[in-house]
């Protein structure tokens, strides 16, 4: 299995006046609460509808705390709290800031493990990953990777898309 990635142009030109292309991450498809909910029956000894019960309470508890304005931190997965993103103009007192002058927002942060000097080593999902350009992946349906593969951190190039799903590379 491997991160499948495409080249993309970004729509800002930089100093120079050039566009210039990056890395995109490409999602292949989506996975779904009861997917998930199967694959860790399929790890473990609970059934398919235990397993969904746990994500189930799983959000409701998160929600719980994170409405409560305190972080949840899930070891190996990461950190979870909510932020505010102002969506208006500021005002000109203390006294006049509300909640409507933004809007809130869940922010993630995955889990990281630090080297001896305290800098940040890798993040846990995406640890060990092998990443693959679409249009040079090999022709054979072994699943073997090609020569550009790497480690790869996020989807730092391009602008972020919110999760749309990009043309099938598969297809």
């Keep these: 299995m491997s991160v499948i990635y495409k080249a993309t142009q970004s729509i800002l030109a930089n100093k120079a006046g050039k566009k210039l292309f990056y ?3 490409v999602l292949a498809g989506n ?3 009861e997917q998930i909910a199967q694959e860790i029956a399929e790890l473990s000894s609970l059934s398919a509808g235990d397993s969904k019960n746990v994500i189930d309470n799983l959000v409701t508890v998160m929600k719980r705390h994170l409405q409560s304005s305190e972080s ?4 190996g997965l990461g950190t979870f709290h909510l932020t505010m993103k102002s969506s208006g103009k500021g005002v000109e007192s203390k006294d006049d800031v509300s909640a409507t002058q933004a809007t809130l ?4 942060l995955p889990a990281s493990t630090r080297n001896a000097d ?3 080593a890798t993040r846990s999902l995406v640890n060990g990953a092998k990443c693959i350009r679409f249009d040079r992946q090999p022709t054979s349906t072994s ?3 090609s020569g550009d593969s790497g480690q790869g951190g996020s989807d730092s190039g391009g602008s972020g898309d919110g999760g749309v799903i990009d043309d099938n590379p598969l297809g």
């Design 23 to 25: 890395p995109r991450v």
């Design 105 to 108: 927002m869940v922010r993630f």
């Design 143 to 145: 699943g073997g990777d």
């Design 31 to 33: 996975v779904d609460t």
């Design 118 to 120: 305290r800098t940040v």
């Design 72 to 75: 949840v931190t899930l070891d």
